[in-house]
């Protein structure tokens, strides 16, 4: 879904626990999108992506996302990750450091 098209469905949504945002399929714009409803709603940004490079993780960090999983480790730490935001900490994927001096992993 473009971010046209998912921000009328988003407004409907009143008080979200969390919300997961795949910038890799949706693209950026998106993660700007929710990052300015994030305020409005009150609640965590978990993003999934496929960089690796921690300049990138950071700005995304610093626009008020609260955690940063690989969609590689998605499965192995969605449940982890998702602990962590709901009560009130940040997460940075743990698999980070075994792609160290890749900035992009391909599918």
Same mark, same amino acid.
Do not use: W
């Given at each position: ?6 921000? @009328?469905?988003? &407004?409907?949504? %009143?008080? @979200? ?9 949706? $693209?950026? =714009?998106?993660? &700007? ?10 609640? @965590? ?7 690796? #490079? &921690?300049?990138?993780? =950071?700005?995304?960090?610093? %626009? $008020?996302? =609260? ?7 998605? #499965? #192995?730490?969605? $449940? ?20 160290? $001096? ?6």
């Amino acid at each position: 879904m473009s971010p046209d098209e998912a921000s @009328p469905q988003l &407004q409907r949504v %009143k008080k @979200p626990a969390l919300i997961i945002v795949d910038t890799y399929s949706l $693209g950026m =714009n998106y993660l &700007q999108v929710i990052l300015k409803m994030k305020k409005e709603m009150n609640c @965590p940004v978990l993003v999934l992506d496929h960089y690796t #490079e &921690q300049l990138f993780i =950071n700005d995304i960090l610093s %626009k $008020g996302a =609260n955690g940063y999983l690989l969609v590689h480790s998605f #499965e #192995e730490e969605l $449940g982890v990750a998702i602990g962590y935001l709901l009560h009130g900490e940040n997460y940075v994927s743990k698999l980070l450091e075994a792609y160290k $001096g890749n900035t992009y992993l391909l599918k």
